[in-house]
């Protein structure tokens, strides 16, 4: 009797704990019914290859099933699916010129085809050292002592054939995709979570500009995985600690952290598409802004009626969101935990992109100049899943989320446990009854 019992208490606990996941995923909902098409084609009326609404669906599924434990826009709500939505939105179409550009404009504004590889004219000033062309030579595949991880790469000369300053365009690993991802050793990593392999982006990073796979799915390792110089992902940002300011530190703090007199432009202009996206997507307020230093001051100065950022004119009389962090403490953590301490450094690509074709219409900022310096990658580790008790708390969870089909579930189990723990003590004291000797 004892081992029905704790078979009965074993099926208890699976139950319990199958329907404590349901409780926790009660109110997220499937990404289309959260951004529609037609909120893509409103953000993104120009938008070109290789960005499309079901490329996007596609690669958003994509990512989850190979990435379960760093998934995106997998909130436990659907308000923090949308505020991490329109997070994501803000910043990838300011970097890609609101989903116009497939390569950085700085590099590849002008392309050429010949024996069947496309080549990017690069700006004279690109032939100096390795890093003007985002090749850190620190970095090498595979890690060699006193190196670390990153794509082969070497400083490149003009072809010889085509002359001017024509560059294999696979060659370089500049800035593509709706996050522009930047430098070897982030296309390395970025090739691993996608496909498993170094080799498939560290020999062709041009499938970024080319392949929507791969156009959305470098900006979702950027996003869920990269913790930039910050030691933060984008992701941890948005859902621990509800603030946009850290995204844009985690994706180009280094320049915009605070925005230098070059950059005021191109910052107004990122918190402009912020504004638009949360607007889309019906948010109930914006994130804050404090981990991005001036970040604040740029947004009073911009959000007015005649000001580079008037969608955001529309927030001003809103509080930040009630929720705060938006994950519970017992999920697991944004970013697995390292074997070692992370070395990746953020892309800081110039803030928009070249396509291989004019864009539809002029890029709203000035591209920024290259970069003067090799890279250094961060120190840090990835930030920890929060160790204070969440405001979600789980009767929060039950109060706000579970459907009353999941509460009266849970009853029936707990009201069966009780039944067959008293049939089980009613059992016992009939066997005992029947083998007393009179």
Wanted: charged share 15%.
């Amino acid at each position: 009797m004892v081992s029905y019992r704790n078979n009965l208490v074993g099926k208890f606990v699976l139950l319990a704990t199958w329907n404590m996941d349901n409780i926790h995923r009660a109110g997220a909902v499937d990404i289309s019914t959260v951004f529609t098409q037609t909120a893509f084609d409103n953000l993104a009326p120009g938008a070109g290859a290789p960005y499309t609404y079901t490329g996007f669906l596609d690669a958003v599924t994509n990512w989850n099933t190979k990435n379960p434990s760093n998934a995106i826009f997998a909130g436990s709500t659907e308000m923090q699916q949308r505020h991490e939505l329109a997070a994501f939105l803000g910043n990838a179409l300011h970097e890609s010129d609101a989903f116009q550009a497939s390569r950085e404009y700085f590099m590849c504004s002008t392309t050429q085809e010949s024996t069947g590889n496309l080549y990017c004219q690069l700006p004279s000033t690109q032939f100096d050292t390795a890093a003007e062309q985002y090749c850190s030579t620190t970095h090498t595949n595979p890690a060699t002592s006193g190196y670390e991880d990153g794509c082969n790469c070497l400083l490149q000369s003009p072809d010889a054939t085509l002359g001017g300053t024509y560059v294999d365009a696979n060659k370089l690993f500049f800035g593509r995709g709706a996050l522009q991802l930047s430098w070897n050793y982030n296309y390395i990593d970025a090739s691993k979570a996608l496909t498993g392999s170094a080799d498939v982006l560290c020999n062709s990073p041009d499938l970024v500009a080319t392949n929507e796979t791969y156009a959305w799915g470098t900006a979702f390792w950027f996003w869920t995985m990269n913790t930039g110089s910050v030691g933060k992902t984008c992701s941890a940002a948005v859902l621990t600690d509800g603030d946009f300011g850290g995204t844009v530190n985690t994706i180009n703090g280094a320049i915009e952290c605070p925005a230098g007199s070059s950059h005021e432009s191109s910052l107004a202009q990122r918190l402009n598409y912020y504004c638009k996206a949360a607007t889309e997507l019906s948010v109930d307020a914006l994130l804050t802004l404090a981990d991005c230093n001036g970040l604040q001051t740029a947004f009073d100065a911009c959000a007015t009626a005649s000001g580079a950022c008037s969608d955001c004119v529309t927030w001003l009389s809103t509080k930040s969101p009630t929720f705060s962090p938006t994950k519970s403490p017992t999920d697991s953590p944004v970013t697995s935990p390292p074997s070692k301490a992370p070395t990746k450094a953020p892309t800081n690509p110039p803030t928009t992109a070249a396509p291989t074709k004019n864009p539809v219409k002029n890029p709203t900022v000035s591209p920024s100049t290259s970069p003067s310096a090799s890279p250094t990658r961060p120190t840090t580790s990835p930030t920890k899943a929060p160790t204070n008790v969440s405001i979600f708390s789980w009767r929060a969870h039950l109060t706000s989320e579970v459907s009353m089909y999941q509460c009266c579930n849970l009853l029936i189990i707990i009201l069966a446990l009780l039944k067959a723990s008293h049939n089980s003590r009613s059992n016992e004291k009939s066997c005992k009854k029947s083998n007393d000797v009179p």
